[in-house]
C-alpha cells in the first residue's frame, strides 16, 4: 500500500516535469511598473509561441517562483517597490532562471553586465533585441 502511494506520487512528479518541459508553453515573466511601457511590449513584442505574464509588483515573487518558475524573465531595473531590478536578477539567477533588465537609464547598473542589459529605445531595436534574447535562452 505504501509502495504504491510512494510510486503514484514519483510517477506523477515525473510526468509534471515532463509536461512543464516538453509540452507547456514557455513562460516569460515581465516585472514592469509603468502603464505606457507595459502597453508597448504588448503590442511591439512578436512572441506569440510563450505566454507572458506582466507584474507590476515583486510581492508574491518568491511564492510565485516556488509554484510555478517562469521560463526567463524582463524586468524594469527601476521599479516602484523597495527593490531594483538588479536585486530582481540576482533572486532568478541563483534559482537558475534567466532573467534581462531593460531600462531607460544611460549609466552602468553596479554589479550587472552590460550584456543582461536591453537599453529602452524610440525605436524597434529594444523589442528586438528583447525577442533576440528570449528566443536564445528558452
Known sequence: ????????????????????????????????????DIMLLKINLQLDDYYIRYFKSVKGLRF???MSPPD????DYFLQDDINGDQVRKFFRRNHIPVI??????GDINGVPADAIIRKTTGQKCYRDIEHWVHSVT
Open 1 to 36: 500500500m505504501i509502495l504504491d502511494v510512494l510510486f503514484t506520487g514519483l510517477l506523477w512528479v515525473i510526468l509534471m516535469k515532463l509536461w512543464q518541459k516538453h509540452i507547456k508553453q514557455k513562460e516569460i515573466w515581465v516585472f514592469e511598473d509603468s502603464e505606457s
Open 64 to 66: 510565485r517562483t516556488a
Open 72 to 75: 526567463a524573465v524582463i524586468c
Open 101 to 106: 533588465i531593460t531600462t531607460g537609464y544611460d
